[in-house]
C-alpha cells in the first residue's frame, strides 16, 4: 500500500497495550459504514487517557487500513510490509495481522455490498390466472401470468427490496425462456472461457 | 341487451325506410364499424355522399345509437339470436338485420381486441434482452473478476413502453428461467385440462 493517512503519526496508538487494542478495534469493524458516528467516549477514550479525538482519528486510521488492504487483497506478506513503515512494535503488528486475516473476507462483502447503482435480482414469484371478464368485455378467456419481480438496491443503498408487479402471455413465456436459456448458454463458450482464465 | 331510450329512438330512425333507404343504411353500418376501429378520430367520417340527403341531427343520433349497439353486443358477446331480437323489437326488417349482422361478423374480431386492450393492467413484458459481462473491479473493491449479466425486460402499459434493468450473477439467471419453466410447464398442464 503505497498512501497512508496522514495522521498516523499523531494517533497516540503507539501507547497502545495490544489488550486494548484489541478492544477498540472490534467495535468499528462491525459497523463499517461511512464515518463512525459513535462517539468512542466512555469507553475506550477512558480507559486509555488520551482525548477523544486522539481515539478517533486512531479508529478511522485503522479502518482505512483494513479496508484498503481487503480492496487489494494483499498477501500476508505485503500486509506486514506495509504495517511496519508505521512503527509498532512487533506484537502489535502481529495482532493487526490476525485481524486483518480474520476480517478481510468479511469486509470485502461489506464493501461490495455498498451502493451499486444497479438493481439486482433477488427473486421472481409467479401465478397463472385466466381472465374472463373486464369493465369493457364479458366472456374471455385469457390466460395471463402475473409476475412479481423483487430486486435489490437501486442506488438508495439501502439494502431494501424493490417490488415490481409485471404480466405476460404464455407466448411471450416461451420466448423469454429461450431468450435466457441463450444467455446461459453464452458462458460456456470457449471465447467467455477464455477471457474468464485470463484476467485474473 | 339493454339500451338506453336514446339509443332505442337512435336505432328506430335507422330501421326507417323512410330517413334511411336501403344504400344509406348499408353505409351508416359500415361507417359505424369503421369509425370504432379507426386509429384516430375522424371528424369527417360521417361526411359520405349516401348520407349528405339526410338530416343531420337524425344521421349523428342514429351513429351514435348505432355504434353504442355494436359496444354492447360484442362486450356481451351477443350471439345471432340476441341481436335478432333486439332489432326487430326495434323495428328493423329482416333483410337490415342480415346487413348488420354480417357487418358485425366480419369486424367482430377487431372490435373484440379494441375493447379487451381498454383497461389497467400491470405492465406486459413483450420481450427481453441481456448481455454477459464480467466485473473485474470497482471503486469499492479491487480483483472482483466474476462474469454477471444485465438483464432487460421491455415493457409495455398503455402504449408507453418502459425497460426494467437488473443484474444478476450465473446462479441468480439459472434460478430466474428455472422458475419461468415452472410457470410454463403449468401452463401446459392447464391447457390441457
Redesign the interface.
Known amino acids: 500500500m503505497k498512501e497512508q493517512p496522514p495522521h498516523w503519526s499523531r494517533t497516540g496508538l503507539f501507547k497502545v497495550e495490544p489488550q486494548h487494542l484489541n478492544q477498540t478495534l472490534s467495535r468499528p469493524l462491525r459497523n463499517l459504514h461511512p464515518a463512525p458516528s459513535e462517539p468512542l467516549r466512555g469507553g475506550p477514550a477512558g480507559k486509555l487517557c488520551v482525548p477523544v479525538e486522539t481515539v478517533q482519528r486512531g479508529v478511522e486510521g485503522l479502518m482505512y487500513l483494513m479496508t484498503e488492504s481487503?480492496?487489494?487483497?494483499i498477501s500476508k506478506v505485503d500486509f506486514l510490509d506495509s504495517v511496519l513503515v508505521l512503527g509498532f512494535g512487533e506484537e502489535l503488528n502481529q495482532i493487526l495481522l490476525q485481524l486483518y486475516l480474520q476480517h478481510h473476507s468479511e469486509i470485502?462483502s461489506i464493501?461490495?455490498q455498498?451502493p451499486?447503482n444497479?438493481?439486482?435480482?433477488h427473486?421472481?414469484e409467479?401465478r397463472?390466472d385466466v381472465q374472463l371478464a373486464?369493465?369493457?368485455?364479458?366472456?374471455?378467456v385469457?390466460?395471463v401470468?402475473?409476475?412479481r419481480?423483487l430486486?435489490t438496491g437501486g442506488g438508495d443503498g439501502t439494502g431494501e427490496l424493490s417490488r415490481?408487479?409485471?404480466?405476460?402471455?404464455?407466448g411471450?413465456?416461451?420466448?423469454?425462456?429461450s431468450?435466457?436459456?441463450?444467455?446461459?448458454a453464452?458462458?460456456k463458450t470457449n471465447h467467455?472461457r477464455r477471457?474468464?482464465r485470463n484476467?485474473? | 341487451m339493454e339500451l338506453s331510450e336514446s339509443v332505442q329512438r337512435g336505432l328506430q330512425s335507422l330501421a326507417d325506410p323512410s330517413s334511411f333507404d336501403r344504400r344509406s343504411y348499408q353505409v351508416l353500418v359500415d361507417v359505424s364499424f369503421r369509425s370504432l376501429l379507426s386509429s384516430q378520430a375522424d371528424p369527417s367520417v360521417l361526411d359520405q355522399p349516401e348520407l349528405k340527403q339526410i338530416d343531420q341531427i337524425l344521421l349523428k343520433q342514429s351513429h351514435t345509437a348505432a355504434t353504442t349497439f355494436i359496444l354492447e353486443a360484442?362486450?356481451?358477446?351477443a350471439d345471432k339470436s340476441t341481436i335478432s331480437s333486439c332489432l326487430e323489437e326495434l323495428s328493423f326488417s329482416a333483410d337490415r338485420i342480415e346487413i348488420f349482422y354480417s357487418t358485425h361478423q366480419e369486424h367482430r374480431k377487431e372490435v373484440?381486441r379494441l375493447?379487451?386492450s381498454?383497461?389497467r393492467?400491470?405492465?406486459?413484458?413483450?420481450?427481453?434482452?441481456?448481455c454477459?459481462q464480467?466485473h473485474?473491479k470497482?471503486d469499492?473493491?479491487?480483483?472482483?473478476?466474476e462474469?454477471f449479466?444485465?438483464?432487460s425486460?421491455n415493457?409495455e402499459k398503455e402504449r408507453s413502453s418502459d425497460d426494467?434493468?437488473?443484474?444478476?450473477t450465473?446462479e441468480?439467471?439459472?434460478?430466474?428461467?428455472g422458475?419461468?419453466?415452472?410457470?410454463?410447464k403449468?401452463?401446459e398442464k392447464?391447457?390441457q385440462m
Open positions: 481487503s480492496k487489494h487483497m470485502r464493501l461490495s455498498l451499486s444497479l438493481p439486482g435480482y427473486n421472481l409467479w397463472l373486464s369493465r369493457a368485455i364479458r366472456q374471455q385469457v390466460p401470468l402475473t409476475m419481480l430486486l415490481r408487479v409485471l404480466q405476460t402471455d404464455p411471450t413465456l416461451l420466448h423469454l425462456i431468450t435466457l436459456e441463450g444467455a446461459l453464452a458462458i467467455a477471457i474468464f484476467i485474473k | 360484442v362486450k356481451q358477446n373484440e375493447l379487451a381498454i383497461g393492467c400491470p405492465p406486459h413484458i413483450h420481450d427481453a434482452s441481456w454477459l464480467y473485474v470497482n469499492q473493491v479491487d480483483k472482483i473478476n462474469p449479466y444485465l438483464i425486460l415493457t426494467i434493468n437488473f443484474t444478476c450465473v441468480q439467471l439459472q434460478d430466474l428461467v422458475k419461468l419453466k415452472d410457470a410454463a403449468s401452463v392447464a391447457s
